[in-house]
């Protein structure tokens, strides 16, 4: 059977999944991080990406040090998405025989100025070689056990609300493929991504499920869901844009809030509050959870999630 006709990237989660049998693991495979002990007052949590030339950067569009901030910050987004700080990494990462020292010097001057930013070391890793550059970043981060956020926290009633603005990311993407000349402003959307660790501060009191937004708004809400079992509802012209992305996205005939819901690199982060928290929240109210397992998009139910790896 081929891994396409498993149904997707979730299918094959649960294909692989087990439970783990150590007591100190906290949270395994299916949340932004996994979880085990630390000390009486906080856990540690881990998390890994890889990033494939081709696939999660271009060559064509990207500059070495552009493709380690990415890295980077792609990987910084999920612990900020567990509510704790990233403390150690590792990079893994194979080469193509004709890589050039400069560029290897310009993908560590970004990873490096990311460990700077957010005071956290690179201690170790692994190099290769292959036909394509594959660069795979483990962060171990820690949080307090009174910050730990997971997806499964939602409750019915609750506000769904998304940090900062969505859909530039794709928005980017689509100028590049397509060829477009000018809106760079735009574009860095897609070269140049920031996580939202630094908001920390204003999001974690009011906030209970939480996800970084990497595969859609869409297809986090959903994920919130799945793992609190419950609905919910979005509505699409509250979701706040990327400033500039209607006018681009009018060159190519698509909709920005589907660049929004089923695009994803944005790495804001949504997540759930009490409604009578309303007035603490940082961010954007976007929808609600309701009762029931259905994820509607102005009253409609929701067939199409956004990417998925394996579909």
């Known amino acids: 059977m081929n891994i396409k006709e498993l149904g997707g990237e979730f299918q094959f989660i649960n294909r692989i999944k087990k439970k783990s049998k150590n007591k100190n693991v906290i949270v395994d495979i299916g949340d932004d991080c996994a979880v085990t002990e630390y000390n009486e007052d906080s856990y540690h949590l881990y998390t890994t990406d890889m990033l494939v030339e081709g696939d999660h950067f271009s060559l064509d569009y990207f500059s070495p040090y552009q493709i380690g901030i990415k890295?980077?910050?792609?990987?910084?987004?999920?612990?900020?998405?567990?509510?704790?700080?990233?403390?150690?990494?590792?990079?893994?990462?194979?080469?193509?025989?004709?890589?050039?020292?400069?560029?290897?010097?310009?993908?560590?001057?970004?990873?490096?100025?990311?460990?700077?930013?957010?005071?956290?070391?690179?201690?170790?890793?692994?190099?290769?070689?292959?036909?394509?550059?594959?660069?795979?970043?483990?962060?171990?981060?820690?949080?307090?056990?009174?910050?730990?956020?997971?997806?499964?926290d939602a409750e019915i009633g609750d506000l769904i609300v998304v940090s900062g603005p969505l859909g530039g990311s794709t928005a980017g993407l689509k100028l590049f493929l397509n060829n477009i000349d000018g809106f760079d402003n735009i574009k860095k959307y897609h070269t140049n991504p920031i996580s939202e660790i630094k908001n920390l501060p204003k999001i974690l009191p009011v906030a209970k499920a939480m996800e970084d937004v990497s595969d859609g708004l869409a297809s986090e809400i959903r994920n919130i869901c799945k793992m609190s079992k419950v609905g919910a509802k979005i509505f699409r012209e509250k979701i706040p844009l990327n400033k500039g992305i209607k006018k681009s996205s009018s060159l190519l005939d698509d909709d920005p809030y589907d660049y929004a819901l089923f695009g994803g690199e944005d790495f804001k982060l949504v997540y759930t509050v009490n409604k009578k928290d309303r007035h603490k929240i940082y961010g954007t109210v976007v929808g609600e959870i309701i009762n029931g397992e259905k994820i509607l998009l102005d009253g409609k139910e929701l067939k199409n999630y956004g990417y998925d790896h394996f579909s």
């Open 71 to 152: 890295v980077m910050e792609s990987n910084t987004s999920d612990i900020a998405a567990m509510g704790g700080k990233p403390v150690y990494s590792l990079i893994s990462i194979s080469l193509k025989e004709d890589t050039t020292v400069e560029f290897i010097d310009g993908v560590y001057n970004g990873i490096n100025e990311i460990c700077e930013r957010y005071n956290f070391d690179l201690i170790g890793g692994d190099t290769t070689h292959g036909e394509k550059i594959v660069i795979s970043l483990t962060l171990i981060g820690q949080v307090d056990k009174n910050k730990l956020k997971m997806r499964s």
